[in-house]
T-cell receptor
Framework: GAGVSQSPSNKVTEKGKDVELRCDPI?????LYWYRQSLGQGLEFLIY????????KSGLPSDRFSAERTGGSVSTLTIQRTQQEDSAVYLC???????????FGPGTRLTVL | AQTVTQSQPEMSVQEAETVTLSCTYD???????LFWYKQPPSRQMILVIR??????QNATENRFSVNFQKAAKSFSLKISDSQLGDAAMYFC????????????FGQGTRLTINP
């Protein structure tokens, strides 16, 4: 079946602009995760959604970052007033409820000029 | 908080040889999961192997096997009969059995396969 998909694959934006990154999880996966991969910080957890429960936002680095998940499926990560340090690859993953293995998408490479 | 350490930024091996990638972690939990993920240049993180901490038997997946030493908090990955397609970044990751569902990753090891 189809895996996790993310769009766009690459995004170049100017400092101060807002960006939206999209994630389509594997069909039937109720858990969805966002991670950030940057040269300086490695792979960092950002946010986690599980069904109708309140999301775990403990990894969001600032209030410029937010995410939502509509209808228990597609998720959008929004970064407002982008800064150069936001440049990174943003990875999305999904898993079945109660299962430990996360399956990753191909990521979105964000470049802030 | 849990931490994962990969002390080898880069490793190289001859094609068809065996290589071992190191990973240590720190946790006060008794139950957890450990993973090795592979990330080729395409950026897609691919699960290589997983280990449940309560299982003493080391996990194996074809040419990939782990040496899980719970007391030492060590989780190394052995790749046998290395192939050119194994070239990638390899990440060790930890996940709690309960509570926080996030993966905690090590810094990664870049593996080069020499033909």
């Amino acid at each position: 079946g189809a895996g996790v998909s993310q769009s766009p694959s690459n995004k170049v934006t100017e400092k101060g602009k807002d960006v939206e990154l999209r994630c389509d999880p594997i069909s039937g996966h109720t858990a969805l995760y966002w991670y950030r991969q940057s040269l300086g910080q490695g792979l960092e957890f950002l946010i986690y959604f599980q069904g109708n429960s309140a999301p775990d936002k403990s990894g969001l680095p600032s209030d410029r970052f937010s995410a939502e998940r509509t209808g228990g499926s597609v998720s959008t990560l929004t970064i407002q007033r982008t800064q150069q340090e936001d440049s990174a690859v943003y990875l999305c993953a999904s898993s079945l409820e109660g299962k430990d293995t996360q399956y990753f998408g191909p990521g979105t490479r964000l470049t802030v000029l | 908080a849990q931490t994962v350490t990969q002390s080898q930024p880069e490793m190289s091996v001859q094609e068809a040889e065996t290589v071992t990638l190191s990973c240590t972690y720190d946790t006060s939990e008794s139950d957890y999961y450990l993973f090795w993920y592979k990330q080729p240049p395409s950026r897609q993180m691919i699960l290589v192997i997983r280990q449940e901490a309560y299982k003493q038997q080391n996990a194996t997946e074809n040419r990939f096997s782990v040496n899980f030493q719970k007391a030492a908090k060590s989780f190394s990955l052995k790749i046998s009969d290395s192939q050119l397609g194994d070239a990638a970044m390899y990440f060790c990751a930890y996940r709690s059995y309960q509570g926080a569902q996030k993966l905690v990753f090590g810094q990664g090891t870049r593996l080069t396969i020499n033909p």
